[in-house]
């Protein structure tokens, strides 16, 4: 009895393992980066670190990750899976290949991620970019009688045109603080594109 008892517990780890759990585990290597660097990463709502980052995630579906940075758009999505091909070695598994299906659908070596590496390119919420900045200054100089016109009214469409092209980050009361202040033209329209 002992000759048949011997192997069996020694063969049982093995049967009732999957495939992919005993190849690639329930876990995976990923990397984020993001530029600018030092944004905080969050994997499924949880806070694991910050950019550039290398990490052991929990494999699964239906995961979703987050690059941030005050004063930057976050970048988010999804880490996508794909069903692991070790996985499907259980189905020639016989016998045991419920067990062992049933094992890596648990511990979720089933899946693998479709890419290890997430790159975040975090577009700054603050500042324009150098076309905007240009574009502002010569709308300002070009129109600049009519826009300090507006300010001094405390509305207009002119002073609605500039806000707008702010993104409205900028008050009224702002832009007559500029326009008291900078006489010259090029000087109210170059402190204006810096807002």
Not at 125 to 152: E, G, P, T, Y
Request: hydrophobic content about 40%; proline content about 3%.
């Amino acid at each position: 009895m002992l000759k048949l008892i011997k192997p069996l517990l020694i063969s049982l780890p093995i049967l009732t393992s999957g495939c992919a759990t005993m190849i690639d585990g329930s876990t995976e290597t990923l990397t984020f980066e993001s530029k600018p660097s030092a944004a905080t990463v969050y994997v499924n709502n949880t806070e694991v670190g910050r950019t550039p980052l290398t990490i052991e995630v929990d494999k699964g579906e239906r995961q979703t990750f987050s690059i941030e940075k005050e004063g930057y758009s976050a970048s988010k999505g999804e880490l996508e899976t794909s069903t692991s091909p070790w996985f499907y070695a259980n189905i020639l598994g016989g016998v045991m290949s419920t067990t062992s299906t049933m094992v890596d659908k648990s511990t979720d070596a089933a899946y693998q991620f479709e890419k290890n590496n997430y790159f975040a390119d975090l577009k700054s919420l603050n500042d324009h970019s150098r076309d905007a900045k240009r574009d502002v200054r010569k709308f300002v100089i070009l129109n600049q009688a009519v826009i300090r016109a507006d300010i001094a009214k405390g509305h207009g469409e002119w002073l609605d045109a500039i806000k707008e092209m702010l993104n409205d980050r900028v008050s009224t009361d702002e832009l007559k603080a500029l326009a008291d202040q900078f006489t010259d033209t090029v000087a109210f329209a170059q402190a204006i594109a810096e807002l």
